[in-house]
Structure formats: structure tokens, C-alpha cells
């Protein structure tokens, strides 16, 4: 069976318009069935591509040393798609940012937020995100039926979404730890860091913690509840259900309050020097938060630990 969220097949890749394109400073790895179609591939085009991809370990482009993979030309479109065909890009580049969560009798797919128009798609929805399957969605796993209330819960927007997250502890018998802000950037800086902007952010937040109005900020995002609604229910969908029991699917939970108090933190340091803060830049800080942390495992269940 298969599940995915309502938004799910709305995506399509924005390619050149693309600002923060995922061919530029990610590893691509080329997975075997298609390389072997590269390898039978004749012509000048035969050539280039034996000449940009490294087969010792996992096999994967040569990335340039502007980290760009190497076919991706200078209006930001890819050749292998111009010369061969979009159907023969490798599984990571034509999944991307594509995810499947393999669960009992079903696979769950998503899009993760780390693609700038996958987040704008999700995070910019104002209807409550619901799952669509192409069987029967009932089921008798004690972590799934639990995920599934948790959303319901995040999903009640009679109450302020903070409120919300706090019933989302109760319902998994947790509380989480509670941390400073300039605790949490400590521990964020400590972590891997991919891209040197979210360092820079993280950093300008712990030196901000004192000047802050995060009331004002609440006051002022009070109609945009549905901005952390869907991003908290994205972290519970992706993350949540596969847990290997209870006791993990509690530390998500209170991953997800932490990923909620550090974006709002990130919102309201940027409200309380310029007076404003736009859907543009909630799209970047969730962006951000995606590329650091879900797409590196360490950092990810580093997060899950001490949450």
C-alpha cells in the first residue's frame, strides 16, 4: 500500500529558477542499474560521462571545484537530461526531494523541505494536509496508530500550535528537555554543518538571545499558526512511524518541539530587527533547518538523543 501526503503530487521541479539548486554541493551518488546504462552509452557524450564519475566506494559524479556536479551547464539545466533523456538520471537526482519510509504493509512518501519549492508547497498550504493511500489505510501498528493522533492533535487549530505541541508530549506520556536558546545553539554549532550560512544564522541568534521579543513575534505571526502546523506535521509524517518503538517515537516528539522552538526563535530574532518577517524568510529558515539536520544522519539523531 501506498500513502502520501495531498500535496505530494503537486511537485515539480523548478530547475534554473531553482536558487538553492541540488546540484550544486550535494554528493551524487549513481546507483548500479544506471550506471550500467551509462557505461552502454556511445558517442562524445560516452566519454564525458566516463570522465566525471568516480567508481571507487559508491560510485558518484566528480563534483567541479565550485562543488558543481558536472552536468549541470551554465543556465543551471542538466545535460544528461538535454542529451540522453530525463529517464536516464540516476535513482538520487530523479527521487530528489523525494522520500519513502518503508512500514509495515505500507510505504509512506513525502517531500522533504530541504527543495525550496517542496517547501514552499507545504509550508504555504493552508488546508490541514491530509494522507491519501491507494488501499485500505487501516491498521493495528501501536506506532503508526499513535503518529496519526499525534497529527490529528497538531492539527487542532482551536488551539495556538505551541499549545498544541505541548498536548502532542502528553499524548506520548513525554515532556522533552527544555533548553535555553542559546543552549540549543550551543549544541547546534557543535554539530556538522553543511552550509556556512546556518552557522552564521545560529551564531547571530545566540548573540541576539537578550533582545528578542518573542511575545511581539507570537503577537505579530498570530494569523500564520499554519506555517509550524504543517512543518511540525511534516517532522511527525516523516520521522515518527518509523521509529523501532515507543520509547524512540517519544524522542521525535520532542524533536519535533525542539525543531518548532528553534524555527520560531530564528523568526522572531529576524522580526525584532527589522520590524518584519515574510513568508520568504520562514521558507529559508525551514529550508535551512531541513538541509542541516534531516539530511545528515549524525546531526539528525544527534537531535533525536538530547531532545
Request: aromatic share 10%.
Amino acid at each position: 500500500m501506498h500513502i502520501y501526503p495531498d500535496y505530494y503530487e503537486k511537485f515539480r521541479c523548478i530547475a534554473s529558477k531553482c536558487k538553492h539548486n541540488c546540484c550544486i554541493g550535494w554528493e551524487i551518488d549513481i546507483d548500479n542499474t544506471t550506471l550500467k546504462y551509462y557505461n552502454c552509452v556511445e558517442g562524445d557524450f560516452s566519454k564525458r560521462l566516463k570522465d566525471n564519475i568516480e567508481l571507487d566506494d559508491t560510485p558518484h559524479f566528480k563534483l567541479l571545484s565550485n562543488e558543481r556536479c558536472p552536468f549541470l551547464n551554465d543556465k543551471n539545466l542538466c545535460d544528461i537530461i538535454t542529451t540522453l533523456g530525463e529517464d536516464m538520471l540516476c535513482d538520487i537526482c530523479s527521487q530528489h526531494p523525494r522520500f519513502h519510509n518503508e512500514l509495515p504493509q505500507r510505504i509512506e512518501s513525502g517531500l522533504g523541505l530541504c527543495c525550496e519549492e517542496a517547501c514552499r508547497i507545504i509550508i504555504s498550504q493552508k488546508e490541514k494536509c491530509t494522507l491519501i493511500s491507494n488501499g485500505d489505510i487501516t491498521t493495528d501498528d501501536e506506532i503508526i496508530l499513535l503518529r496519526d493522533k499525534v497529527i490529528d492533535v497538531l492539527q487542532n487549530r482551536d488551539k495556538h500550535i505551541a499549545q498544541r505541541i505541548d498536548d502532542m508530549l502528553s499524548l506520548c506520556s513525554t515532556t522533552g528537555n527544555e533548553y535555553s536558546i542559546s543552549e540549543l545553539c550551543d549544541i547546534l554549532l557543535s554539530l556538522e554543518q553543511l552550509d556556512n550560512k546556518w552557522g552564521k544564522l545560529i551564531k547571530e541568534l545566540k548573540e541576539s538571545t537578550n533582545t528578542i521579543d518573542t511575545n511581539a513575534f507570537d503577537t505579530y505571526m498570530a494569523d500564520r499558526q499554519s506555517e509550524y502546523e504543517q512543518f511540525c506535521v511534516y517532522l511527525v509524517y516523516r520521522h515518527f512511524a518509523n521509529s523501532p518503538d515507543l520509547f524512540e517515537a517519544q524522542l521525535r516528539a520532542c524533536f519535533v518541539k525542539l525543531a518548532y522552538n528553534l524555527v520560531r526563535a530564528l523568526g522572531a530574532m529576524i522580526y525584532s530587527k527589522s520590524g518584519s518577517f515574510d513568508l520568504s524568510e520562514q521558507l529559508e529558515l525551514i529550508r535551512l533547518f531541513s538541509s542541516e539536520i534531516e539530511y545528515s544522519d549524525e546531526n539528525l539523531y544527534t537531535l533525536f538523543d538530547i531532545a
